[in-house]
T-cell receptor, first 114, second 113 residues
Framework: AQSVTQLDSHVSVSEGTPVLLRCNYS??????LFWYVQHPNKGLQLLLKYTSAATLVKGINGFEAEFKKSETSFHLTKPSAHMSDAAEYFCVAPLIRDAGKSTFGDGTTLTVKP | NAGVTQTPKFRVLKTGQSMTLLCAQDMNHEYMYWYRQDPGMGLRLIHYSVGEGTTAKGEVPDGYNVSRLKKQNFLLGLESAAPSQTSVYFCASSPRGLQQPQHFGDGTRLSIL
């Protein structure tokens, strides 16, 4: 079955240091993959998406993610964390054999310390 | 630039009452979804629709009904509210296709007393 696993439920970094949020996927063939961000009391907002055009994907707010087929990973990174990055992040994969549905990771809460 | 609009934003109900949550999108999207989000449980799909006049069950459909009479609207109904349905409800929409992201509303916070 197609699934995504976010390896950390909580990540804490200091402002100005790099961010790494990890996501592994399982699928028999290259999927589409998305990262979303959810700020408090808001809906999910698309950060970036992978659609097989390029393995390194750049998103909004300085985030990027690299699709690595050999490692079945799609980790989210940012070189320098900002206080406004504190939020929950979700890795999401559309289900190939179930049109319209997606599988969501459990989310990673990012805390940014001053 | 309304996107996905959910009505109401907050609601408190008593056990056994009924209510309808409204979701409206102005992007002409084919697909629409209702999720609930509870602490420690991520997002769980309640019902979804792949087109006007069609609906399908998600992971947690019990106690909810939906209708999609118009392409731009997706209604979620609670016939007899229970405390276990206290949650934050999110509506989302997307165009057809695996490479299309979902667009989310800002949620409805529902408390059942």
């Amino acid at each position: 079955a197609q699934s995504v696993t976010q390896l950390d439920s909580h990540v804490s970094v200091s402002e100005g240091t790099p961010v790494l949020l990890r996501c592994n996927y399982s699928s028999s063939y290259s999927p589409s993959l998305f990262w979303y961000v959810q700020h408090p009391n808001k809906g999910l907002q698309l950060l970036l998406k992978y659609t097989s055009a390029a393995t390194l994907v750049k998103g909004i707010n300085g985030f990027e993610a690299e699709f690595k087929k050999s490692e079945t990973s799609f980790h989210l990174t940012k070189p320098s964390a900002h206080m406004s990055d504190a939020a929950e992040y979700f890795c999401v994969a559309p289900l190939i054999r179930d049109a319209g549905k997606s599988t969501f990771g459990d989310g990673t809460t990012l805390t940014v310390k001053p | 630039n309304a996107g996905v609009t959910q009505t109401p934003k907050f609601r408190v109900l008593k056990t056994g009452q009924s209510m309808t949550l409204l979701c409206a999108q102005d992007m002409n999207h084919e697909y629409m979804y209702w999720y609930r989000q509870d602490p420690g449980m991520g997002l769980r799909l309640i019902h979804y629709s792949v087109g006007e006049g069609t609906t399908a069950k998600g992971e947690v459909p019990d106690g909810y009904n939906v209708s999609r009479l118009k392409k731009q609207n997706f209604l979620l109904g609670l016939e007899s509210a229970a405390p276990s349905q206290t949650s934050v409800y999110f509506c989302a929409s997307s165009p057809r296709g695996l490479q299309q992201p979902q667009h989310f509303g800002d949620g409805t916070r529902l408390s059942i007393l």
